[in-house]
């Protein structure tokens, strides 16, 4: 069969697709894995959110799938396509994303954010099966998704954590954890990976905040190396002040020798303020962070910025991609397609252009050689 010449980013894909081992036995492949993923991760590109839009889609779209493959029986029913996504092994699937996504990118992260997310809906009341959480890398400069680990509910997001610094290369990056991966384990992972930890700083660590609190107030300190950022957008003014402190040595606390930092490796406290005035309307939240490196106030603001890149990707996962309306309960079905959910969302972005995420899926949806452009694209 003549196949359509395509560029290295969708051989890329395909390849990776074929190492996921196919749990079925050999003979009785009618719909091969490899091709049953391309289905599912084109039509989630071009605007499914289910099996049923996806069986509905690939059988529209058949001349466009015989491009990539053979679909010698056309696609699979939805019945049929949900016993297999639920038996697909995940972790071998996380393992394709994961080698996938380090393929397409020429160097390793700068910045890292780690952050857990639940699919409300995935939760199975007759089996007393609580919703799917799961744990997402995010590389904030090159605004990838990284790799996804899935733990039993959001008490267990440092288990999920540990389990992808182990995965995952982050030498020399800086990774960005939420207050509830402000622990000394998780901090002695991030190094022990070869990494810079930057942990927000809350109430689970009291204590502490409030030292960092008192010491950032105090008049004393008021020279403290500083930057200021200014934001104007839709009538709302936002003034944002980063200050680093690298001096350390005045943290109390439990210490097993004179001098011994709370967290291993501390290196770095900041503190930054965000003002915002809407009108008569002006709000004030101060944060904390800690950092195992002697950032600057604007590598300081990198990483912090960075980080709410990853809650934007659920954000549009939720409002774009529909994943916190998924029903999906049994087997391994709600995290093999959060992990499809995932590729489609990488493409989307390399592959977007000027578009939105939401218009370029539309488009997707419109026209295969639109969605050709995007699974091809080599945009960095």
């Not at 930057?198 to 403290?224: I, M, T, W």
């Not at 210490?255 to 291993?264: I, L, N």
């Amino acid at each position: 069969m003549d196949r359509a010449p395509v560029r290295d980013s969708l051989r890329l894909l395909l390849e990776h697709f074929g190492r996921v081992d196919d749990p079925r036995e050999p003979w009785r492949v009618r719909f091969p894995l490899s091709e049953v993923l391309f289905l599912a991760t084109s039509a989630t590109i071009a605007g499914c959110d289910d099996y049923d839009e996806i069986v509905a889609w690939g059988d529209r779209h058949l001349d466009f799938l015989r491009q990539h493959g053979e679909f010698y029986f056309g696609v699979p029913k939805e019945d049929w396509l949900r016993t297999l996504m639920n038996r697909i092994d995940p972790v071998l699937f996380e393992a394709a994303f994961l080698g996938w996504v380090a393929a397409l990118r020429a160097e390793g992260p700068d910045v890292v954010a780690l952050d857990g997310k639940t699919l409300r809906r995935s939760h199975d009341l007759d089996r007393d099966q609580a919703p799917l959480h799961l744990v997402s890398a995010w590389a904030s400069t090159e605004r990838l998704v990284l790799a996804q680990e899935a733990v039993p509910d959001k008490t267990n997001e440092g288990t999920a954590i540990r389990a992808i610094l182990q995965r995952l290369p982050v030498k020399s990056a800086l990774v960005t954890v939420d207050a509830i991966g402000a622990t000394p384990a998780i901090a002695t992972a991030i190094q022990d990976a070869g990494a810079a930890y930057v942990l927000a700083l809350k109430a689970n660590q009291s204590s502490l905040h409030a030292e960092a609190a008192l010491y950032f107030r105090d008049p004393a300190n008021a020279g403290l190396p500083s930057l200021e950022v200014v934001d104007k957008d839709h009538g709302r003014l936002e003034t944002r002040t980063y200050r680093v402190c690298h001096d350390i040595a005045w943290l109390g606390g439990n210490r097993r020798y004179p001098g011994e930092p709370r967290f291993p490796g501390l290196a770095c406290l900041i503190q930054t303020t965000t003002r915002s005035e809407r009108g008569r309307e002006v709000s004030e939240q101060i944060r904390y962070y800690l950092s195992s490196a002697k950032l600057t106030p604007e590598r300081a603001a990198q990483a912090i910025r960075g980080h709410w890149g990853i809650e934007s990707l659920h954000w549009i996962l939720d409002v774009t991609f529909k994943e916190d309306l998924s029903r999906l309960r049994r087997g391994h079905g709600a995290r093999n397609m959060a992990l499809v959910r995932r590729f489609a969302f990488n493409l989307l972005r390399r592959g977007k252009g000027r578009n939105s995420l939401k218009t370029a899926r539309k488009i997707a949806g419109w026209s295969t050689e639109d969605l050709q452009n995007i699974l091809t694209s080599n945009a960095r």
